[in-house]
């Protein structure tokens, strides 16, 4: 093959990628997700985010409370005490929910929004939680064996 037939296939190559995840949306097939490479860069990106988790300080008379983000799924806060629903300004100021918040030391019925794209649902999940002063709290989701209901667990950081 020459230079020529060589940069002909490869354009073609390129093209039929881009339309592949033009038809398919902007994801990657599910062998690509399950290549080597990229769990190692799942793996990279969820070690990345307990660091992010763990270098964000809870302020000294309140806690922080950080939504889990993982392969499985996401958890967002929605309310506390059925108060305002707490929001966050996200890229080009679209308003999505909040991933963290930061509330003074006390006891809460902490109310979140689970959700797990890969099995395309998504639910609210309610716990009663208390929380101490200068600590930072992740909050964990899993969905329950009917799929209507996010189970909520909190686990200290730091």
């Not at 881009?18 to 799942?42: D, H, I, N, W, Y």
């Not at 996200?90 to 006891?107: L, N, Y």
Request: contains cysteine; glycine residues 10%.
């Amino acid at each position: 093959m020459n230079i020529e037939n060589a940069s002909q296939a490869s354009n073609s190559a390129a093209h039929c990628g881009a339309q592949r995840q033009a038809v398919q949306g902007a994801g990657p097939t599910r062998s690509e997700l399950e290549s080597p490479p990229m769990k190692a860069a799942m793996l990279l990106t969820a070690v990345l985010t307990g660091v992010a988790v763990a270098q964000q300080s809870a302020p000294p008379d309140g806690a922080l409370l950080v939504g889990a983000r993982s392969r499985e799924g996401v958890v967002r806060i929605l309310r506390l005490d059925n108060g305002a629903r707490h929001w966050d300004f996200g890229p080009a100021g679209r308003k999505t929910t909040a991933p963290s918040i930061a509330v003074p030391a006390g006891h809460y019925e902490l109310i979140v929004l689970c959700m797990f794209p890969t099995q395309g649902v998504a639910a609210e999940g309610v716990k009663t939680i208390s929380v101490d002063a200068g600590h930072t709290y992740q909050i964990n989701g899993t969905l329950s064996s009917n799929k209507k209901a996010c189970n909520v667990a909190l686990a200290p950081v730091s």
